[in-house]
């Protein structure tokens, strides 16, 4: 059945950070951010190996600034955080403090399960073909993921499954139109331009830097472009 990857996906995100939501009440405050610190490194080496899997430093470069230029004009990152602190204001009123919590692991979880070449190979393969082989790994690594996002980040992660659904629904809807243009070595320009976001977010999560990294996700449209025209 076309789309049951996506469906398992989403419910392992919401099953995972149900879990860290109940797994959060029993860890000492010391424990979580010991724990955000090492998923935060290992996010940021996730990153790293797919940035390096590059055959072109130059596309990568020009995807990145270029998108984060489209980025900055549209304000991607500015309406993404305003609908994340919508949800957040739905889910904790007007306590300030936890809205921006809650703001704070939909944008960061949102990112990170949408980003990567597993979401979109594996939707094209379930729009095309039925394979939910790479989505159900996929949901694994999420579902893994999710548990320790939410125990530091809060609700705020599960609510990233919507737009998984969202994303990678739209996908495999769109599976037989989109194929034709990740042939190939586009598909690795667009991993390492995703890559180096998931770098960032890595870094974020670290609070070394604050990087506007919604505003770069044009950048993956830029890497398929110029990969498919000048590799």
């Not at 398992?8 to 979580?32: F, H, S, Y």
């Not at 989505?135 to 996002?149: C, R, Y």
């Not at 139109?177 to 991993?191: D, K, M, N, Q, R």
Request: proline share 1%; with cysteine.
């Amino acid at each position: 059945m076309a789309g049951l990857g996506t469906v398992v996906n989403v419910a392992a995100i919401a099953a995972g950070a149900l879990v860290g939501l109940l797994v959060k009440r029993g860890l000492p405050e010391k424990w979580q951010q010991t724990m955000m610190s090492g998923i935060a490194l290992c996010i940021f080496v996730i990153g790293l190996q797919m940035a390096l899997g590059t055959a072109n430093i130059i596309i990568t470069i020009v995807s990145l600034a270029s998108g984060a230029i489209i980025g900055e004009a549209i304000g991607i990152e500015d309406r993404l955080n305003e609908l994340g602190k919508w949800v957040g204001s739905k889910v904790a009123g007007k306590e300030e403090g936890a809205a921006k919590r809650i703001a704070e692991g939909f944008v960061s979880a949102t990112l990170l399960f949408c980003i990567g070449a597993m979401a979109v190979v594996g939707s094209i393969q379930d729009g095309l073909v039925g394979d939910h082989t790479t989505l159900f790994a996929k949901a694994t690594l999420d579902g893994i993921i999710s548990i320790v996002l939410s125990a530091n980040l809060g609700i705020g992660v599960m609510f990233s499954a919507v737009s998984v659904g969202i994303y990678q629904g739209a996908i495999t809807a769109l599976a037989g139109f989109l194929e034709p243009f990740i042939a190939g070595g586009v598909l690795t320009e667009i991993t390492a331009a995703g890559g180096v976001m998931i770098m960032a977010i890595g870094t974020n999560m670290l609070n070394v830097t604050k990087i506007r990294i919604s505003n770069m996700l044009p950048g993956i449209v830029t890497a398929a472009i110029i990969g498919t025209y000048f590799r």
